[in-house]
């Protein structure tokens, strides 16, 4: 995959902006695959969306999480670690979810702001005039902030040639569930309770230790960045839901608060109090 992105993205000849957005010009519900015309079939935006952060298999975990707003944030959690790729999916992913969202109800507003990581070259001008809405990038998490308005639309009816066929899909994919394959980074996050070392996780896959460092090493990374990435990921997650730095110390493994206090801090450069007073203006009541 990442040689497949630095020919058509991480090339510094190309227009990073020009390659994206011709790419999603060429997107809508029907072409994006079984899945997409599947979703179509479940009478809202709000119903679609969540099947397809459910049921699609990609290089990253869309998560769905109702807001304090009332309405849906879209988390994109990587399974891997690849910082720069990462950045890149980000973009790659949000643009072709709007893309897609703007072909079965076009015209209105589909979400309060869009969150990235870190900018992959794009003008954050270039972005809010695709996106129609504010932009914002460094964050811990990137996300969609999805309107109520757009979630409660209802999705188009399909013609009498597509409605038989995305019915089909719908019940065969209902019916197999969600891909049950899961990365390192996915494996970590489900057993952060049990997992303290790498001698754990190789345990839990059963190799050794070494095959797992090797496993680790050709993904770019090792058990400690895993570790990390891993739980400040769960940590923003949680400190931006405003658990408390007790609950969120004993859910990451940490023998006490000050632990964890410190790692955050070492990890992000902000304390956990601190990371969450900059997100507060991310949590004003919006208006609709």
């Known amino acids: 995959m990442r040689h497949i992105f630095e020919h058509t993205w991480l090339d510094q000849r190309i227009d990073r902006s020009q390659s994206l957005f011709a790419h999603a010009a060429h997107i809508n519900y029907r072409s994006f695959g079984a899945i997409s015309l599947a979703s179509m079939t479940l009478g809202s935006c709000e119903n679609s969306l969540l099947f397809c952060a459910k049921n699609f298999l990609t290089p990253w975990s869309a998560v769905p999480e109702l807001n304090r707003q009332g309405s849906i944030s879209l988390l994109h959690i990587p399974k891997f670690y690849d910082p720069e790729l990462r950045a890149t999916l980000e973009h790659f992913h949000f643009v072709n979810c709007f893309a897609v969202s703007r072909s079965h109800t076009p015209g209105g507003p589909i979400a309060h702001?869009?969150?990235?990581?870190?900018?992959?070259?794009?003008?954050?001008?270039?972005?809010?005039?695709?996106?129609g809405c504010?932009?914002?990038f460094g964050e811990g998490i990137a996300q969609i902030d999805f309107t109520r308005q757009w979630l409660n639309q209802a999705t188009p009816a399909l013609d009498a040639e597509l409605a038989p066929v995305a019915g089909q899909h719908a019940r065969r994919i209902l019916a197999q569930g969600p891909p049950k394959t899961l990365s390192l980074f996915q494996l970590f996050k489900a057993n952060l309770a049990t997992i303290h070392s790498a001698d754990d996780m190789a345990q839990m896959?059963?190799?050794?230790r070494r095959t797992l460092t090797r496993t680790l090493a050709r993904q770019g990374a090792s058990y400690s960045i895993l570790s990390r990435e891993v739980r400040l990921t769960e940590a923003c997650r949680m400190l931006r839901n405003g658990e408390t730095t007790a609950l969120i110390a004993e859910h990451l493994g940490f023998s006490d608060e000050r632990s964890f206090r410190r790692a955050f801090r070492s990890w992000s450069g902000d304390s956990p109090a601190e990371y969450r007073r900059g997100q507060r203006?991310?949590?004003?009541?919006?208006?609709?």
Do not use: A, D, W
């Open 113 to 131: 702001r869009v969150r990235f990581t870190r900018s992959c070259g794009i003008s954050k001008t270039t972005l809010e005039r695709f996106f």
């Open 134 to 136: 504010p932009v914002y």
């Open 205 to 208: 896959l059963g190799v050794s």
């Open 281 to 288: 203006h991310f949590l004003q009541p919006l208006v609709q």
